[in-house]
């Protein structure tokens, strides 16, 4: 089995899933994943797609890119951020749209999330893996947009 490169979708701090702010996500219910936390000072960030493929599922909150191999991955931007009704967002493609990893997606206004008194920790999830199959990521560290977060699935060795 291949590999999939998942790239971060915004700049920020990686978290392990364990500390998303939601019981779901933290659980590892939706798939394997990180998080990402944008800086404090964070205005207005893109957002770009994790990997390339078609858009399967598009909010303004949230999206899933499915690969050419059929793997989803999704974006989840911040934490009960559907509660603000596309405010904060914008986005710039439309579901069915192709995508190549590192286009741009949404644009967050993450001061208003904050503001909103919404965490702005997005999951980054390969949707229905199994948490077991998610390799070590080095939680703390920063990341720039585009940059590569993890390759999944980890692969056991012998």
């Known amino acids: 089995m291949s590999r999939l490169a998942v790239s971060a979708p915004l700049p920020g701090v990686v978290l392990p899933i364990t500390a998303v702010p939601d019981p779901v996500f933290a659980a590892s219910m939706v798939g394997a994943g990180v998080a990402i936390d944008p800086a404090p000072d964070a205005g207005s960030v893109d957002v770009v797609a994790p990997v390339s493929g078609r858009l399967l599922k598009v909010h303004p909150h949230a999206f899933i890119v499915l690969t050419p191999e059929g793997r989803g991955v999704l974006v989840h931007v911040g934490i009960d951020t559907v509660r603000l009704d596309g405010a904060p967002f914008t986005l710039h ?25 919404m965490s702005p920790v997005s999951p980054v999830v390969v949707m229905d893996a199994a948490a077991d199959t998610m390799p070590p990521v080095t939680a703390g560290a920063r990341v720039a947009a585009g940059e590569e977060l993890f390759r999944w699935p980890l692969e056991s060795v012998g």
Not at 101 to 113: E, F, H, I, L, Q
């Open 93 to 117: 493609v439309t579901e069915g749209e192709e995508v190549a990893a590192g286009d741009r997606v949404v644009t967050v206004d993450v001061a208003a999330v904050r503001a909103a008194g």
